[in-house]
């Protein structure tokens, strides 16, 4: 058996190619020329699973229950011989087995085949497809899954977004198209443009399969926040509220509430501008919080109005620049009205360039001190009383 499939497998990568179908045509030549199996049954499953497909013994054990009906290693082989022509390795063989065995048992010629050619007449690579035999799983198996790349593919503007997305929700694929229209329509109506969908559905793409029942939850949770429809942040506290129901985003409002010590009308001004504060665990609010309140002395409207803070990091970025920024206002090197902040928002280039490179000569150990500073350590040098 294993000399057959080798033999197979030779035929189809040693091959010359006269034309970008050729390699199509040869893949599916050699397994429908593979010599005939007769059934038997002594054909032992299990031990194929394990010996020609790499799986585990575990693997095989509970893949096997779904081949009791294989009476030969014949369907199986071309299929293997499929897959390794296409150029799929054998770990990512063995993975396609084991996430789905009936994989073993599709047609080449009939289903296989004609969706690797339909696939590459979508202008997808070979690369590509073979991430895509990945990530589909078992609906790859399925010849519907071209008509509904081709339809992702113009949802997404591209097949790099569309694999991004499928990381993230494999069953992207295998979800009919009148589950996903009605979300994609609502979210128009919301006044999401198609980049923005795309955006958010990378990230988020179960919106797209989810009943649409909860999508129109969803967009009323948004709303309920304080964020408007048309909004250019619309697409941003949708991102937010999408792992969340009504009763855990009233929690998080009043935990926001208590912890910055902000009023209604505050924490709407705050979530209108950086939604993405929902998604900001306690225990970092928190901290952020007693650094921001208690150390840099800024008051609740300031960081209200401000929320983009709360997303930066406080040992990267809003502790360090805190300690330089005062170091040089007690030393007389900056001043006194110089706002956080536009301090803590520029870039680290910008940062460096215009409050550290300045002060080399009368700030030697500056550089020095805010690098270690940023790793989370107190350097000894920076004087804070």
Known sequence: MLRLQKCILTRLLSSPSTSPISPLHRLLSAAADSPAVSPSPSFAVEEYLVD???LTRAQALKASAKLSHLKSPSKPDAVLAFLA??????ADIAAVVAKDPKFLCVGVERTLGPVVGGLTGLGISRSEILRLVSLAGGNFRCRSIVSKIRYYLSLFGSSENLLRALQRCCYLVGS??????????LLRECGLSACDIAKLCIWKPRILTSKHEHVQAMVACAEGVGVPRGSRMFRHVLHAVEPLNKEKIAAKVEHLKTTFRWSD???KIALSKAPLVLTISKDTLQRKSEFLSCEVGLEPPYIAHRPGMLGLSLEGRLRPRYYVMKFLKENGLLDHGKDYYSIVLSSEKVFVDKFICPHNEAAPHLAEDYATTCRGEAPARFRFT
């Open 265 to 267: 009308a505050e924490v």
């Open 85 to 90: 022509g296409l150029g799929l390795a054998p």
């Open 52 to 54: 020609t497909c790499g």
């Open 176 to 185: 009919d198209f009148d589950k996903v229209e009605p979300n994609v329509v």
